[in-house]
T-cell receptor, first 113, second 115 residues
Framework: KNQVEQSPQSLIILEGKNCTLQCNYTVSPFSNLRWYKQDTGRGPVSLTIMTFSENTKSNGRYTATLDADTKQSSLHITASQLSDSASYIC????????????FGTGTRLKVLA | DAGVTQSPTHLIKTRGQQVTLRCSPKSGHDTVSWYQQALGQGPQFIFQ???????QRGNFPDRFSGHQFPNYSSELNVNALLLGDSALYLC??????????????FGSGTRLTVV
């Protein structure tokens, strides 16, 4: 069964600290993996998109890594800001051209001053 | 360049009623997907429309139906509303020609509350 699991479920950190969110998937064959940021009550906003051949991709203070062999991805947030408080969702697409993406349940991050 | 637009932003309905949610895709996109997101959960795929036809469907009952218009906009209809239908409904648009990898853009959603 194609699944995407994220950990931790929730995380609280102090402003300025770094953190890393994890995503493990069993989707096969793999096409691409995305990380989204979702503010409460809003639609998800794409942070990074990685295909099979990409190991690392950065978007400002956000850096995503992908290990297609172990089917793991991580999202590292550097020098966190209060505005980073949100849910971070990992989404995996199983086959190139397929339009049904498999969503993780997300990690809820809270950044405290 | 307008992104994905959804309307209304909030909606309150009574059990048993019917509801219609609307989505205008991002300019240049021709494919619309609908998702249901319960509080604290990840989005669940409902269905996808391309060329005015339903192309894929998730595990949702027939009470959930949709439509896509020639201008690529889309509607999601839910009949015989249940309390459990209360959720954030997200619309995402993409371009079929780009293989779906790029430009998969979400709207801000419609918050449906069934009382």
């Amino acid at each position: 069964k194609n699944q995407v699991e994220q950990s931790p479920q929730s995380l609280i950190i102090l402003e300025g600290k770094n953190c890393t969110l994890q995503c493990n998937y069993t989707v096969s064959p793999f096409s691409n993996l995305r990380w989204y940021k979702q503010d409460t009550g809003r639609g998800p906003v794409s942070l990074t998109i990685m295909t099979f051949s990409e190991n690392t991709k950065s978007n400002g203070r956000y850096t995503a890594t992908l290990d297609a062999d172990t089917k793991q991805s991580s999202l590292h947030i550097t020098a966190s800001q209060l505005s980073d408080s949100a849910s971070y969702i990992c989404v995996v697409s199983g086959t190139s051209g397929t339009y049904k993406y498999i969503f993780g349940t997300g990690t809820r991050l809270k950044v405290l001053a | 360049d307008a992104g994905v637009t959804q309307s209304p932003t909030h909606l309150i309905k009574t059990r048993g009623q019917q509801v219609t949610l609307r989505c205008s895709p991002k300019s240049g996109h021709d494919t619309v997907s609908w998702y249901q997101q319960a509080l604290g959960q990840g989005p669940q795929f409902i269905f996808q429309y391309y060329e005015e036809e339903e192309r894929q469907r998730g595990n949702f009952p027939d009470r959930f139906s949709g439509h896509q218009f020639p201008n690529y906009s889309s509607e999601l209809n839910v009949n015989a509303l249940l309390l459990g239908d209360s959720a954030l409904y997200l619309c995402a648009s993409s371009s079929r020609d780009r293989g779906g990898i790029y430009g998969y853009t979400f709207g801000s959603g419609t918050r449906l509350t069934v009382v």
